[in-house]
């Protein structure tokens, strides 16, 4: 209904301001005026802006989700004449429907505004009286109040000579358990005679026991009634539930000494409607009692005030001066259950004590004092416990010549701190103490808090702040400081390995009412660690940051920003704003070799960006010297001086490059962008001066060029590359924008060299062709096409072994390899393998290999193919010795990272034993002549032998001596 004042003041100060088209005019300033950010006011049929009575037709309220609150046939009977006197005279305000549709959708932004909002207390354009408030029907949404609900309102206020009035009646019609709120109160200043009837009841199920939480959802009534001068005036409470009295009393005001004395005696048996968690604590008796004074120039006397139930006690006695000031004050309470339990504490969800105690004294006189205590045994929280929790405190309250003042000390000490969360316990430690200062002037309208220490598990905080009033935002400012002596004690809670000391420093002002802060920053950190060799090498010793920042209504300026460490040097300034940003900083590390072994060289970087995170540009620019990351090809390609320039655009909030430059004396590259409407298109061209530099087997230039086009449907790339020994590429086609899914065609030739970047310190050489496609989402089960290697070399040094004049078709499908090859041995002999390979998760394979003796020299060069340096077959029966020819594997990967049997591991020479084992083909054979087996076991890449291996092997030697055979020269 205040909407509906605010309403009412826009709708008849509109005909003061224009005299013309009064629903064009008023309408247009209606919506404008009340709708916001996340709100929209619509009025329709607005009409009689010029007369006494005012209507409109519609009126509706929507925010992001669409419209909450709709008002049918609203009808404002006004005083246009007191309008002169800033005043709206409105005899009634009603309309036919008030339906509420939901409550309203709060706003939240996701990152926070670059300007504080500032801050200010609501204020009403006018002045607004109303004699009669009235809804026809009122509609309220089951998301309002958890059921859906139909009712009626009639209000009215009657206010002349001295004599006032006030009704209202609330009806619940519909559908649901029956309602009624009536209200009725009069006063007259000549007879000081007051009356006051107040009903509330509903029916079983209704919204303020559901509400409420009140078990069984029983029928419900409150009245309050009383009538008589306020020299000797008494009102009846009572609260009733299935027609069952809960809660009854009287509240008496009687004149008494040229004042009024107020009296209160309520009790009752509030169990019944209780939940059960809180029966524990209030029992079947609740007593309130009061008897209080108050003189007619405001001093006020608590003869008596108790507050009885189960679990609690709370008696005690207080005077208090006109002017505010206590002069006697002497509270205790207890918190405890009878039988000892932990008692679960009202209005504080999931909150238990075991005991609690309370005690508040004050006295006037010579001491002025003050002193108070709380303490808590066993508090229990979902989040945490705290076996003991004790708040001390003492000071001075008195009068001064500037008024009155209030001033002492506070120390608090919680021990046993248990928080449920490990990370948190580990962090917390057990023990925490703190104190502090306070000091309160009357008129200074601020609270200055000093001498703050807090100190528990490594870590200590002090510092002093000053709190001002709500007139100034609860502007708080002063400085605060935080040490932690050991950070390992926080990694589990920050997700990390962490470690090192620091102190954290923190001057300046700030606001959470008004979000304004002007601070100073500083951290100074000793052998900080992060988790990550590289940083944490980086940070190894001294390190410190600064920084000062301050937000206000313009947005937020980064006066000064400078980080250092380990020979880094980094600053930042410049201002933030929804209007617009402006922002630089340089980046200097005078020596990479802090970074860790394999690290080298310098680099300076400057950046900046300019505009909003709609419409901005970013520029970055840098330059290396003598570039070493650890990386034997990449060092040769960052030697010497390597500079950087980037110039990127943000169009809409996307990231768009408009040009970028990297260039040293081995690599050239370039890219630029353009956008032509919703096409966006670069341009790319790199110069390798030597391949040579990564692939010692290949000399000479290597050169990339091509597109890259985006548009609504993806990106289209055509791609080309050539480089030396007839190196020769072209990659052309679409990716779709998500990245998922592409249709690409991939074509060259080229030299196998260029894999032993990824195999070493295997060795591969011979052309290779490939004509492939990739159409579908991003996997090997898209990939089609044939790749060829001809005149091949593959040379493994821990196996000893070499093939050669490799010639290789390979043909992809359907996420599956099929292969067949062939080769010299470089001990002699040629192999053949054929057969599938599985290249998706499955990784099987089932090959054929076959060898051929017929030169009748074994694999190592002896007579009649004995025994072999490399093989798998029946020479050995546990296939030590020899390689059969028409040998068939069929392995099946364990994981992704290896395989239960493949060719080369299972290979066997004298420095690398087979861990396989050979089940010969039961039918006679001779060496050199063909033989079959099949293979079985676990080989695992670069596994040294154990000693099991050791004495498998010496008992294989025996046995070889045995059965006559000799080693050959491979062997």
């Known amino acids: 209904m205040r909407r509906g004042l605010v309403f009412a003041a826009f709708l008849v100060a509109g005909p003061v301001w224009a005299q013309g088209d009064d629903r064009d005019y008023l309408t247009a300033f209606l919506e404008d005026t009340l709708s916001g950010a996340g709100r929209q006011v619509t009025v329709t049929g607005f009409a009689g802006a010029l007369s006494s009575k005012a209507t409109i037709e519609q009126l509706t309220i929507a925010d992001d989700q669409g419209i909450w609150i709709t008002l049918n046939g609203v009808v404002l009977d006004w005083s246009r004449s007191a309008l002169m006197s800033g005043e709206v005279e409105v005899s009634e305000l009603s309309a036919d429907e008030v339906i509420v549709a939901r409550a309203p959708q709060a706003q939240a932004s996701a990152i926070p505004s670059p300007e504080a909002p500032g801050f200010s207390l609501p204020e009403l354009p006018v002045s607004i009286n109303i004699a009669r408030l009235a809804a026809k029907r009122i509609e309220l949404g089951p998301g309002v109040l958890g059921q859906p609900v139909t009712g009626t309102l009639e209000a009215s206020l009657q206010l002349a000579g001295g004599e006032g009035r006030a009704a209202l009646d609330l009806i619940r019609t519909g559908d649901g358990p029956a309602g009624e709120i009536r ?23 209704g919204l303020v026991v559901g509400l409420l939480g009140i078990q069984g959802n029983p029928s419900a009534r409150l009245e309050v009634a009383g009538q008589g001068p306020l020299a000797d005036f008494s009102a009846d409470i009572g609260l009733a539930t299935d027609g069952a009295q809960r809660l009854q009393g009287r509240v008496t005001i009687r004149g008494e000494d040229g004042g009024y004395r107020l009296g209160a005696d309520v009790a009752g048996n509030l169990a019944p409607i209780l939940a059960p968690d809180l029966v524990d604590f209030f029992g079947s008796d609740v007593v309130l009692k009061l008897d209080a004074w108050r003189s007619g120039a405001g001093r006020i006397v608590v003869d008596r005030f108790d507050l009885a139930a189960r679990a609690l006690a709370l008696t ?78 003492s000071g001075r309250i008195g009068r001064s010549s500037v008024g009155i003042s ?129 940083v944490d090498r980086l940070l190894a010793g001294p390190s410190r940051l600064k920084a000062s920042i301050r937000r206000d209504e313009t947005g937020t300026a980064l006066r000064a920003f400078d980080l250092a460490a380990g020979g880094l040097l980094a600053t930042a300034k410049g201002k933030l704003s929804s209007q617009g940003s402006d922002l630089s900083g340089t980046v200097n590390l005078a020596d990479l070799s802090v970074l860790g072994p394999g ?28 570039l070493r990351i650890g990386t034997r090809e990449a060092d040769r390609l960052l030697a010497g001086q390597s500079l950087l320039d980037l110039d990127l655009a943000v169009r809409s909030g996307v990231v768009q490059l408009r040009s970028a430059r990297l260039g040293n004396p081995q690599l050239q590259a370039t890219a630029t962008g353009e956008i032509t409407g919703a096409v966006r298109s670069i341009d790319l061209n790199a110069r390798l001066a030597n391949l040579g530099l990564i692939v010692p087997d290949l000399s000479g230039p290597l ?40 249709d690409l065609a991939i074509t060259g030739s080229g030299e196998a060299g260029i894999a032993n970047l990824l195999i070493s310190p295997r060795s591969v050489s011979g052309r290779v062709g490939y004509e492939l496609r990739l159409a579908g989402p991003l996997a090997l089960r898209s990939l089609s096409g044939r790749v060829t290697l001809s005149g091949g070399r593959i040379a493994d040094p821990d196996l000893g072994l070499a093939l050669q004049d490799v010639q290789a078709i390979g043909d992809l499908g359907g996420g599956a390899l099929q292969l067949a090859a062939t080769s010299g041995l470089s001990s002699g002999g040629r192999l053949q393998l054929d057969g599938r390979v599985r290249l998706d998760g499955r990784q099987e394979a089932d090959l054929a290999i076959a060898r051929n003796t017929a030169q009748g020299r ?114």
């Open 406 to 534: 209030f001033g002492g000390s506070l120390s608090a000490e919680a021990s046993g701190l248990a928080p449920r969360d490990p990370a948190l316990a580990e962090a917390l430690g057990r023990d925490v103490t703190g104190s502090l200062r306070l000091r309160m002037q009357e008129g200074s309208g601020a609270l200055r808090l000093s001498d703050i220490r807090l100190a528990g598990a490594g870590l200590a905080a002090s510092g002093a702040l000053q709190i001002e009033g709500l007139d100034k935002a609860l502007l708080t400012s002063g400085r605060l400081v935080v040490e932690a002596a050991d950070l390992t004690r926080f990694s589990r809670l920050a997700g990390r390995s962490l470690g090192g000391a620091g102190r954290l420093e923190v001057t300046g002002s700030a606001s959470g009412l008004s979000g304004f802060f002007d601070s100073e920053v500083a951290f100074a950190g000793t052998d900080l660690a992060m988790g990550q060799p590289e």
């Open 183 to 205: 209200l009725d109160a009069s006063y007259a200043n000549a007879t000081r005679d007051l009356g006051l009837s107040l009903i509330a009841e509903e029916g079983a199920g």
């Open 599 to 626: 690290y080298g060289g310098a680099v300076t970087l400057d950046g900046g960006f300019v505009g909003t995170p709609e419409d901005g540009r970013i520029t970055l620019k840098g330059q290396g010297r003598s």
């Open 858 to 971: 074994g694999v190592g060069g002896n007579p009649g193919g004995g025994r072999d340096a490399v093989g798998i077959g029946p020479g050995d029966r546990a296939g030590r010795d020899s390689l059969c020819p028409g040998a068939r594997l069929r392995a099946r990967a364990r994981d992704r990272c290896g395989t239960r049997g493949r060719v080369a591991p299972a290979w066997h020479h004298r420095r690398r034993p087979a861990f396989g084992r050979v089940q010969p083909d039961p039918r006679p054979h001779r060496h050199s002549g063909p033989s079959s087996g099949a293979v079985t076991g676990r080989p695992r890449a670069g596994r040294k032998p154990g000693a099991a291996d050791r004495d498998r092997g010496r008992h294989r030697k025996r046995r070889h001596h045995q059965h006559g055979h000799r080693r050959g020269p491979g062997g």
């Open 703 to 742: 050169s990339v060029s091509g597109r890259a086009t985006q548009d609504g449907r993806g990106y289209r790339l055509e791609l080309s590359g050539s480089g030396p020994g007839q190196v020769a590429a072209r990659v052309s086609g679409t990716v779709a924008t998500s990245l998922g899914s592409a």
């Open 316 to 393: 005690g006695q207080a005077e208090i001066a006109a002017d505010g000031l206590p002069v006697r004050v002497d509270v205790t309470g207890t918190l405890a259950a009878p039988d000892g339990a932990p008692v679960a504490v009202p209005f504080a969800a999931e909150t238990r004590v075991r005991r609690a105690e309370f005690r508040l004294t004050s006295k006037q006189g010579s001491a002025d004092s003050w002193s108070g205590e709380i303490a808590l045994d066993g508090l229990d929280r979902p989040e945490i416990g705290i076996a003991r929790l004790a708040v001390k405190g």
